[in-house]
């Protein structure tokens, strides 16, 4: 029957459960029983389940985090020990690179000295040969100018002069 008087009071049709004045203490009294299952269903279930979920992340996230900070110091000691063996390499190279310059100029001033000893020979040589054909060119230049003289001479005066005579007018042209 009050279904009726609701029915007669809005002209024929229904009111809308939850607007009904008449069914607030029911819904009321629901709504509560309600709440309280679904908190304590939260409360003892779903939250200590994402509680886990998220303390298990941050040990994760702790973990890496100590991983990584163990792995960036050996990498930073790593790149230490690198740095170092590079430059010691590089002293070594640097060291070896006099040494081989070094020995190479010493091996080049060696062989230098060598060809200029060799050369020195070969000029002294050279001169020596030089002085002896200077000298026979100077003994030779006497007859060659004496046979020069007696040439033009017997041109000049078209009478042949003898090889003698003109030694003897040469001799003391040569001595001035």
């Not at 790149?79 to 070594?92: G, V």
């Not at 020995?103 to 060809?115: F, M, N, S, W």
Request: charged letters at 30%; hydrophobic letters at 50%.
């Amino acid at each position: 029957m009050a279904q009726n008087s609701t029915l007669a009071q809005t002209g024929g049709h229904p009111k809308f459960p939850p607007l009904d004045p008449d069914t607030f203490a029911p819904q009321l009294v629901w709504l509560a029983i309600t709440f309280g299952l679904l908190y304590l269903l939260l409360k003892r279930v779903i939250l200590p389940r994402v509680n886990d979920v998220i303390e298990g992340r941050q040990g994760r996230i702790r973990d890496d985090l100590a991983e990584a900070e163990i792995v960036r110091a050996a990498t930073a000691h790593a790149l230490a020990s690198y740095e170092e063996a590079l430059a010691d390499a590089r002293s070594k190279a640097g060291s070896l690179a006099n040494a081989l310059r070094d020995k190479v100029k010493a091996d080049v001033d060696e062989e230098r000295a060598k060809a200029e000893a060799a050369i020195a020979a070969k000029i002294s040589a050279a001169e020596r040969r030089i002085a002896e054909a200077k000298a026979k060119a100077l003994v030779n230049v006497e007859d060659i100018a004496g046979d020069v003289a007696g040439a033009i001479i017997a041109r000049l005066i078209d009478k042949n002069v003898s090889k003698a005579d003109v030694k003897r007018a040469l001799v003391p042209r040569a001595a001035e």
